[in-house]
């Protein structure tokens, strides 16, 4: 039996995974408050390993790489495993590759304007000048709109070859042409070439007036996590047993640990620069934990522990949007700080963020009970 044999997705109705709505819940528990509350706790304990793991919720200046910077690529990850069942079950209703590629190119759109407002809320539309246009939505909606074309031309092992390929030439690029006044094969903040692109054709302004993670140059190598998804996507469509698609999930992300790694002594691991060896690295990541979510939930049926995550990840969409215009942390303090109050400063914040959070995942609840999805 081939590979293609193995990884090809049946044409059908696919059952859909509590593992990746938990997953994506525990992606955005990170982004919608949880992180923060992390954060908060270093220096506070005096135990070692939580001073430790705050340390990671921060994201290095330039070079370099902590827990946090996983958060965004975990989520282009899972979205291109959303993708392989999506476009599998639109297929399987008769959809046509038109259709399909028309539905994924309204939702680009809509996921573009949502996060130019969400950047830039109130939007001068008077000054175009001075929006930032560049956005996690949009990369989102971009990416999938980009996979979606390939995930319905080219097979499980073609798109493989061409993500790499794709990494291979961002490298090469960033090694061989140079930057007037820097040189060639400059990554450094003020020289590399992805900045000196993006000051050139990215319209509006960018977050670090000369650089932006979100611009246009670093849309296509960050679309290689989304491309790698649809990977694990398949794999989980496969007609294999649980434990050998695991293992499939196991080993893709050893190895783009493991080349990560070593790109990393020539290419950097830079989420700025969306650099490959970032991007392997954190996709690597994301099919190992993808991995241990599917075994324990899907495959043991241990499900009732992730039903907490699965609250959240069943509406990503809704809470991101939400904690952008609702002041959680706000309603916290005016709720619970007669209560916290009495803590120490330092100690009342975490309290705060908390309870910030815990009313988050309340309003989620309350969404998951009256089945209210928010989709785009």
């Not at 609702?326 to 803590?343: M, Q």
């Amino acid at each position: 039996m081939t590979d293609q044999n193995i990884v090809e997705p049946k044409l059908m109705f696919p059952k859909r995974l509590d593992s990746i709505d938990a997953l994506r819940g525990f992606d955005m528990l990170m982004i919608s408050g949880g992180g923060e509350f992390i954060h908060l706790l270093g220096g506070l304990t005096g135990i070692g390993i939580i001073d430790a793991i705050a340390g990671q919720f921060y994201h290095p200046e330039w070079h370099g790489f902590t827990f946090f910077d996983f958060i965004f690529p975990l989520f282009l990850f899972l979205a291109g495993t959303s993708l392989a069942f999506s476009v599998t079950v639109g297929k399987s209703k008769g959809l046509s590759n038109a259709n399909i590629t028309k539905k994924v190119a309204k939702r680009m759109v809509i996921l573009m304007l949502l996060g130019i407002l969400f950047k830039n809320a109130p939007v001068d539309i008077f000054d175009p000048g001075h929006i930032r246009y560049g956005s996690v939505l949009g990369r989102i909606g971009i990416a999938t709109f980009l996979v979606t074309l390939l995930y319905l031309r080219f097979s499980w092992q073609q798109r493989l070859y061409i993500g790499l390929g794709v990494l291979v030439s961002y490298y090469l690029l960033l090694l061989i042409i140079p930057v007037p006044g820097f040189g060639a094969g400059n990554l450094t903040f003020e020289g590399n070439l992805i900045g000196w692109l993006d000051r050139a054709i990215m319209p509006g302004k960018l977050k670090q007036t000369t650089y932006d993670e979100l611009a246009i140059s670093t849309q296509i190598p960050a679309a290689c996590l989304t491309l790698f998804g649809s990977l694990a996507g398949d794999i989980l469509l496969s007609d294999q047993q649980g434990n050998a698609k695991m293992k499939r999930l196991l080993t893709m992300g050893i190895i783009g640990i493991a080349v990560g790694l070593l790109w990393n002594f020539i290419f950097p691991i830079n989420k700025h620069l969306w650099s490959s060896s970032f991007v392997l690295l954190t996709a690597g990541m994301a099919s190992l934990l993808l991995a241990g979510f599917y075994w324990i939930i899907d495959i043991k049926g241990k499900r009732r522990w992730s039903f907490f995550f699965r609250v959240i990840g069943v509406n990503s969409l809704l809470i991101y949007l939400t904690t952008r215009f609702v002041d959680f942390n706000e309603t916290s303090r005016l709720l619970f700080s007669g209560i916290y109050k009495y803590a120490s400063e330092p100690w009342q914040e975490v309290f705060n963020a908390l309870g910030g959070f815990a009313l988050v995942w309340l309003f989620l609840y309350v969404m998951y009970r009256n089945k209210l999805f928010l989709k785009v």
